[in-house]
């Protein structure tokens, strides 16, 4: 507001006062105190990461944005929306949309995630039933009990396989509620 109210922004060399002004930023060059700024149109990717990549740019194993066949200058603008363990498979949504990524990642919105997982043995019923009832688990040293998901068994892939759906996105969560059962 500031710069708009101090003539300090231009419209193709011409400043304006108004503060909601409608543009195509793609035709017009919208300038600061004489310099252009540029137009970032929002990406949107999907990635299916592997094992051994990691959802966070300072880590010990490489960033799950270097997969992605473009610039560095792109690349160091996009993140994933959520994270997934290193040793962990699935489907990522890559942006550079900050709103996206915050609408997305909100508790408050019960944006559904959904996860396979294949377990070293059979899960039972009795099991199935104490994940739907929530389980106890440790967040930050704490007992936290989750939310009750959705537990279906994936019978056609194997007996070993199961799919979660959860709205919470807890360190570790479905890990951690599949080691408590």
């Known amino acids: 507001m500031a710069l708009v109210n101090s003539n300090r922004v231009t419209i193709d ?11 195509s930023p793609k035709k017009r060059t919208v300038c600061i105190d004489g310099k252009p700024i540029s137009f970032v149109s929002k990406k949107y990717l999907v990635l299916n990461k592997p094992a051994g990549y990691s959802c966070q740019k300072n880590g010990n194993f490489p960033y799950v944005v270097s997969l992605l066949a473009c610039d560095d200058a792109t690349k160091n603008s996009l993140f994933p929306i959520g994270r997934l363990d290193v040793p962990t498979t699935g489907l990522l949504i890559i942006t550079n949309d900050g709103t996206l990524s915050a609408l997305l990642a909100e508790p408050k919105r019960n ?3 959904t996860y396979h997982a294949l377990l070293k043995q059979k899960i039972t019923d009795e099991q199935i039933i104490k994940l739907r009832q929530g389980v106890i688990i440790q967040v930050d040293g704490e007992e936290y009990k989750t939310l009750p998901p959705k537990v279906n068994k994936i019978s056609w892939k194997s007996e070993n396989n199961i799919e979660i759906i959860i709205t919470e996105g807890k360190y570790r969560q479905v ?7």
Do not use: P
């Open 175 to 181: 890990r951690k509620m599949l080691e408590a059962v």
């Open 111 to 113: 944006v559904t995630k």
């Open 13 to 23: 060399g011409i400043s304006t006062a108004a503060l909601k002004f409608q543009f």
